[in-house]
């Protein structure tokens, strides 16, 4: 059974731009989370997605966005980049929503802003 | 704001000894916990879930969880240098929120 793909597994942005990142779930798995993890604040929650829908979003600004694809395929934009987005970014599938079921994480996507 | 708190670490602990991992948690209403372990550069992986007051057991962790204290625990029993990582506490209700992390070293 194939677990957590994330792609791209490193990139490097310039303050301004923006930036796509994609995960696709373990099958059968309908929800994704998304996930911060910097060395200051740990792993911080983003948003989660079940069936297409945004379920939950923690306290990050507007410029983080995501959205949910029929094939539970998930992908997350951080629009006009700073210096402090770089951080590693954690993708997770479960087979139930709200946290009630246990997450599988993808190896990350690693950004660096300069 | 609902937070996870783990206790300050590194822990240092011989190989063979009982590594203690502590968590506390602010919101009540949290019906999920979970440990999971991170090595250097991977990413998080799942080793234990707890779901109801007591203790849970596999293989030489234990899990204890006190709802009416906010309170979850993991020990690891006859500790293993590969057991040398950093381990989240998790906690859900409507998401899962980690926290911070406490960093175990076993050494040989």
């Known amino acids: 059974k194939a677990g957590v793909t994330q792609t791209p597994r490193y990139l490097i942005k310039t303050r301004g731009q923006q930036v796509t990142l994609s995960c696709s779930p373990i099958?059968?798995?309908?929800?994704v989370s998304w996930y911060q993890q910097t060395p200051g604040q740990g792993l911080q929650f983003l948003f989660e997605?079940?069936?297409?829908?945004?379920?939950n979003k923690g306290n990050f600004p507007g410029r983080f966005s995501g959205r949910q694809f029929s094939n539970s395929r998930s992908e997350m934009n951080v629009s006009t980049l700073e210096l402090g987005d770089s951080a590693l970014y954690l993708c997770?599938?479960?087979?139930?929503?709200?946290?009630?079921?246990?997450?599988?994480f993808g190896e990350g996507s690693r950004l660096t802003v300069l | 704001q609902k937070e996870v708190e783990q206790n300050s670490g590194p822990l240092s602990v011989p190989e063979g000894a009982i590594a203690s991992l502590n968590c506390t948690y602010s919101?009540?209403?949290?019906?999920?916990f979970f440990w999971y372990r991170q090595y250097s550069g991977k990413s998080p992986e799942l080793i234990m879930s707890?779901?109801?007051?007591g203790d849970k057991e596999d293989g030489r962790f234990t899990a204890q969880l006190n709802k009416a204290s906010q309170y979850v625990s993991l020990l690891i029993r006859d500790s293993q240098p590969s057991d040398s990582a950093t381990y989240l506490c998790a906690v859900s209700y409507d998401k899962v929120i980690f926290g911070p992390g406490t960093s175990l070293s076993v050494i040989p």
């Open positions: 707890i779901y109801s007051n």
């Open positions: 997770a599938s479960s087979f139930m929503e709200g946290g009630t079921g246990e997450l599988f």
């Open positions: 099958s059968g798995h309908r929800s």
């Open positions: 919101d009540r209403g949290s019906q999920s």
């Open positions: 997605y079940f069936s297409e829908t945004q379920r």
